[in-house]
């Protein structure tokens, strides 16, 4: 009895185990993971100073923001809209550092973006780039979405509210990587600056631009009354967004950084 | 002696002050194919050299072990991704940055290498181990990639006693005390910052870093109850006070304590034992965070077999790691012993995370 039991039990891990290891050698997925899975329902109910510490330990969780639905994320962000005027500096970063997260992770055409400006960064000596193919770079990722109006809105709008988020910050933890991010989203967030109150031509302008990538960004990407020199200064000018880099530097302990991104982004 | 505990409690305490900045790190061990081929489900049937880290009580064997040398060696992260790697062409800056790209933003990439001599048997555990471990991860890529690159050497030395409670159910407990010296570096955002400006001098940052060891005492402390029809119970609680203290690293490090509990059952096959002596554990870790809310009870689930075969010259092992599909074997050739084991471990908060998945190989010199 004692060995019929073992026996089947054996054979029965084996099989399964044989059965499921090659499709796991290659992409290993869980047999639980169903049964692991945060509950959104109930954390995006929460509000104030509960709804940071819950975000805080969901930190960096790909499972908890593919599980959000869009009503808890809406829920969520509304809260933190709010709890970025709030009278406490702590509170108020808090907040902004939680929505740039939950912005970033619920648009993945904006974290590939993010995550797409590393030759930029490291830059090959013999390749000088202009703001047109330093733009280039930066939207390689937005190829997929270049017909698609209401998705390429709905990225510029994020872009923006992630580059506002960071001009919350004053105080917290931050990291190179929230230079790397501000700093991406601060370039779309002046696109939409240029056209002011008029969202829809700074999408009909990015995505002529995504069309016809070669053409001078005046024909494309800008107003007439921009040109790229002052669409630079918008970002890197005495009172551009660079101010914002510089204190998110000055927090992390990483001028150097800020210096390095900075140059990325403006081709020097 | 209420006298000399209370001095080594305040000297503990004092000891744990001396540096206020703290950085949590993994706990030490060696990935061996035996632990990576169960599903990491051992602690109820811990043996040999792996009780130096796993659960001390099994040093109350009668079997002796001399490992006169074991290498274990272990690539981690995903092996989609990770072969992909061996296409980079490192004349292309940005061929080589966009294949990094998604292996650093997805499970990561690292290495954990393991070498060292020991003596398992008669209740008492002896042995010194090097651990070498790095790992990087991280986004956005390059700049939020963080990781480490940590060696370890840990002398090691414990010892565990039998209690014969009935005459069937005999439980021993067993203490080992990891005396460690740790070099470590981060690998963040400073240094990301540094080693992107054209003057960056690896070298003298390396020398500056990582210098001068931290040291630490980690206790672990273990129980497995031993009852009738092959069946026996685990629990051990690991990493008491695994604080590292003083170098000339930035932080100083500590390994949360866990406690984890197991089960095993080793069924009596009779004359068949010498075809086929199969093992089957269960085992829970970190029960800790579980009821504390801070890991899930599914991801810390570990389920194992050991089948050892043709009179214990080939074992096979299988496993679910939080649900994660493993696979390994060994080969016994007298004192040569040959293993290899493929799993993946989620290293996220939630199983799905971030599956790390692990080939590991060992090639050890061994007399039982």
Known sequence: ?268 | MKRILLALIVALVALSGLNAEKKEIDSFRIVTPRTTGMGNAYISMAKGFETLWTNPAGFDTQKKELNILALNASVLGNYTELTALGTIDSSNISGLLNTLEPVLIGSGAGANVGAGISWVGKRVGIGIYDSFNTYLQGEPFPSGVEGFVDNTVSLMGGYAHPFHLTDSITLSAGLVLRPSLKWRLEIDGKLISDALDKNFDAQSYFNEKASEPSFGVPVDIGARAVFAHGLSAALTVRDIYATYAGGSATYDYYTPWSVNAGGAWNPDMKGLKWLIDPTIAVEFSNLNKVIAGDAGIWKELHIGLELVTLKKVLTVWAGLDGGYPAVGTSLDLFILDLSIAYGTTEYGRYLGDRPVSNLTIEVSFRID
């Open chain 1, 1 to 268: 009895m004692n060995r019929k039991i073992a026996s089947t039990i054996i054979i029965s891990i084996l099989l399964t185990i044989l059965l499921s290891s090659c499709n796991a050698l290659l992409n290993p997925s869980s047999f639980f993971s169903a049964l692991d899975k945060p509950d959104t329902g109930a954390l995006s109910k929460m509000t104030g100073t509960k709804l940071l510490d819950a975000l805080a330990d969901q930190h960096g969780s790909k499972t908890f923001y593919e599980e959000l639905s869009d009503s808890e994320a809406g829920r969520i962000d509304a809260e933190l809209e709010r709890l970025q005027q709030s009278g406490d500096e702590s509170v108020r970063s808090k907040a902004a550092l939680a929505q740039v997260e939950l912005t970033v992770m619920t648009n993945p055409v904006v974290r590939d973006t993010i995550n797409s400006i590393a030759d930029l960064l490291i830059p090959d000596d013999h390749v000088v780039m202009d703001t047109a193919a330093i733009v280039g770079k930066l939207t390689t990722a937005l190829d997929p979405i270049k017909n698609d109006p209401a998705a390429l809105a709905e990225f510029l709008r994020d872009m923006s509210k992630i580059s506002e988020s960071y001009g919350k910050v004053s105080t917290g933890t931050v990291g190179p990587g929230d230079m790397q991010t501000f700093m991406v989203a601060a370039v779309f967030a002046t696109i939409v600056d240029v056209y002011p109150g008029d969202m829809d031509t700074a999408t009909v302008a990015l995505s002529a631009f995504l069309v016809n990538p070669n053409a001078p960004l005046e024909l494309t990407l800008l107003p007439v009354s921009v040109d790229v020199q002052a669409f630079q200064a918008k970002i890197t000018g005495a009172a551009g967004k660079v101010l914002t880099l510089t204190t998110l530097a000055h927090l992390a302990g990483l001028e150097t950084l800020a210096d390095t991104i900075t140059d990325a982004l403006t081709g020097k």
